[in-house]
């Protein structure tokens, strides 16, 4: 039976509206900017069973890390502010191991073996993480294709790793992973992949370790909606040992990179539910959403739609809306959008509206396709005849 609230309690303004921050609509997706994912029930109530008391925050995370090791199949795992400091982990990981005098050198790691190989294809914006952790980035090949002997003249005395770039920002010129993973492994240097926003689906957890990488970063604040400010490091022991040598309580790099221990407890929640909820069932329901904010504008004349729905490549299927014959302007629609009430928040990309169903609510996708027609019946309106 639902509880009672009173008339009282039912008018009392959450907290959003007590602080004067408006809420909005995701359609954006599981992104920072927007507060990553809307955490499970039961992890909110573990997190705040877990302010009660006070831990050994190494005992605390060594015990989560275990479950990040089952989950993922690695040897042992650790818990990271965000996938960022994932990176900026591996990499002095990677560098100054677990030697206290290496450590407080970082980042400054001259003299170090301190180059990450990364395929100019995979360049992000994030990467800059890896020279957080002292990494000298070395690119190799062309966006549009790599050979073999890139990698293999790139390699040398000064390499530390290789980063695997895995995201849909990513272009189609790199190495496969099997030839990356050998050639590297062959001169007994590690590969990082960077796997943050590929969950779901669920063996996206265990893929990357079992095709031979040695560290493997994923977001805990994204698919797993576990909190935001978490992160998963699953990998090879003796690595694992080194970020947490070079992190949080240790006054290393990752020293700014601390992980509560609300947080701690809440990944772990956050991992038992994701590991057993049916993504498919979940999957369905993105699917439907998508398809009724395609409906909503079928009729129209200006516009041309589009839905990518690859599992591999997106958690949840991605919706595009393209202007027909310059029609209407998408930056100007996202405005409109965002401006109304509620707020909703999409993506312009590739010149057109991206609206991910990833993180919508019950009856957002009703209110973002009629609240697009609007738009575009308000800003087409304005727009000069092409």
Not at 2 to 8: K, Q, T
Not at 30 to 44: F, I, K, Q, S, Y
Not at 138 to 154: D, H, K, N
Request: one cysteine or more.
């Amino acid at each position: 039976m639902a509880e009672m609230v009173s008339e009282s309690e039912s008018r009392r303004p959450d907290i959003y509206d007590r602080i004067g921050v408006r809420k909005i609509i995701n359609g954006r997706g599981a992104t920072t900017a927007v507060g990553g994912t809307l955490m499970w029930p039961e992890v909110v109530t573990a997190m705040a069973e877990a302010a009660q008391a006070f831990v050994v925050l190494d005992e605390l995370n060594e015990r989560v890390g275990q479950r990040i090791a089952d989950v993922t199949g690695a040897e042992a795992g650790y818990v990271t502010s965000g996938s960022a400091a994932g990176m900026a982990l591996a990499a002095a990981a990677c560098i100054a191991g677990s030697d206290p005098e290496l450590i407080r050198r970082l980042p400054n790691s001259k003299g170090m073996r301190n180059e990450i190989i990364i395929h100019r294809s995979h360049r992000i914006g994030y990467d800059q993480m890896f020279r957080v952790g002292g990494g000298k980035l070395v690119e190799i090949g062309l966006a549009s294709a790599t050979a073999p002997w890139e990698l293999e003249r790139a390699l040398s005395d000064r390499t530390a790793a290789v980063a695997w770039i895995d995201s849909r920002n990513t272009g189609s010129g790199a190495l496969d992973f099997p030839s990356v993973v050998a050639m590297a492994h062959a001169r007994n240097v590690p590969v990082i992949v960077d796997a943050a926003s590929t969950l779901p689906p669920i063996d996206h957890l265990r893929c990357w370790i079992e095709w031979g990488a040695d560290l493997v970063i994923y977001s805990g604040g994204k698919g797993i909606r576990g909190p935001q400010d978490s992160g998963l490091l699953a990998g090879r022991r003796d690595l694992i040992e080194a970020a947490r040598a070079n992190g949080n309580p240790r006054a290393g790099v990752g020293r700014g990179m601390k992980v509560s221990k609300e947080a701690m407890v809440g990944l772990w929640v956050a991992l038992d539910r994701f590991t057993a909820t049916n993504h498919a069932d979940e999957r369905r329901i993105h699917v439907a959403e998508a398809e009724q904010i395609v409906a909503s504008v079928a009729d129209r004349g200006d516009v041309r739609c589009a839905v990518e729905d690859d599992w591999e490549a997106w958690p949840a299927p991605v919706v595009r809306l393209f202007p027909i014959e310059g029609r209407w302007a998408p930056a100007a629609v996202r405005a409109s959008l965002a401006s109304g009430d509620p707020s909703i928040h999409l993506n312009v990309e590739n010149g057109g509206l991206m609206i991910s169903t990833h993180c919508l609510a019950p009856g957002d996708a009703e209110t973002i396709g009629d609240r697009i027609c609007a738009a575009l019946d308000q800003v087409g309106a304005a727009s000069p005849a092409p």
